[in-house]
């Protein structure tokens, strides 16, 4: 049997209940050999029926929090040929209107920290991180109608260090979308909502340093010092852990982030002179 025969064998299976688990774990490690895989899952006939399967079996196992590792893997392996259908081109659309991220946040709304939990979040972070680094409007015009900032935002604060490292990448890929920026801007709540979170933690990895991690953060200060309101707020309360040289030691050999952390105090330095009754007023009333 050739390879793509194999594929459409492993395919097939997974509309069976008895061949399904084992199916699900050969295509996951083999999905990087099949670049077709993605439309080949979608257009095939109660493929994607059987991975939603897949996912809502395990709802009843988040609360109270009953996942076994084994749960966990096989869910996983679903979710990963998902992110296939997420990522590829001729797929994404269909992966949208079909409003299939939806059915991951409740494995993103989990708070134990137990291993299967965390695999699965970061799993799950991962089919919306794929989705996110395509910078398709349409995709952030979807996530920005649904509870995505907020999921993402308790994840920074309180998941593990990948965790939070690809949940801070979505929320500044959507801050780089326009439309992603005003609407986090619109409101004083959804900024300090977002500046909050940022801000803790710019306080843990002064103690932890996370290099990637950091990068993140201040891609998304950044960005958010391209907004007039967000400027003038950032102003204020900006970390001082960024403004006073505490990160150079780690910065030193990723020239990207500290040009980037340069052109923050420089946005955020400029057009500085600003009436008291401005300074006061820079909490972004919309």
């Known amino acids: ?97 079909a409003h299939i991220p939806l059915y991951l946040y409740p494995f993103l709304n989990t708070v134990s ?13 991962g089919v919306i991180g794929a989705l ?25 604060e309180a998941g593990s260090e990948l965790s939070k490292t690809v949940a801070t990448f979505i929320v500044q890929k959507i801050l780089l979308d326009d439309m992603g920026l005003t609407y986090i801007c619109h409101t004083p709540e959804r900024f300090y909502a977002v500046g909050t979170v940022l801000s803790k933690m710019v306080a843990t990895l002064v103690e932890a340093p996370a290099p990637r991690l950091l990068k993140h953060i201040i891609r998304c200060y950044l960005r958010l010092s391209d907004n007039p309101r967000a400027k003038e707020a950032l102003r204020q309360c900006l970390p001082e852990a960024l403004r006073n040289h505490t990160f150079d030691e780690g910065l030193k050999d990723d020239a990207t982030t500290s040009r980037w952390l340069a052109q923050l105090l420089y946005n955020i330095s400029t057009d500085a002179s600003v009436g008291a009754g401005a300074v006061q007023g820079a909490r972004l009333s919309s």
């Not at 064998?9 to 099949?34: D, G, H, I, M, T």
């Open 1 to 97: 049997m050739d390879s793509k025969e194999q594929l459409y064998a492993l395919v097939l299976e997974l509309s069976s209940p008895e061949q399904r688990e084992s199916a699900l774990l050969e295509l996951s490690k083999k999905r990087e050999e099949f670049p077709e895989l993605a439309p080949i899952l979608w257009h095939s006939f109660g493929t994607v029926a059987a991975l939603l399967q897949e996912i809502v079996a395990i709802y009843p196992l988040l609360s109270p929090p009953q996942l076994t590792a084994h749960a966990s893997n096989r869910v996983c392996n679903a979710l990963a040929l998902l992110q296939c259908v997420a990522s590829h081109a001729e797929t994404r659309t269909h992966f949208l209107n």
């Open 113 to 125: 920290k137990n291993r299967p939990f965390e695999y699965l979040r970061l799993t799950s972070l």
């Open 132 to 156: 996110v680094k395509i910078d398709d409007s349409d995709v952030i015009n979807f996530l920005l109608q649904t509870e995505i900032i907020p999921l993402c935002l308790r994840i920074m």
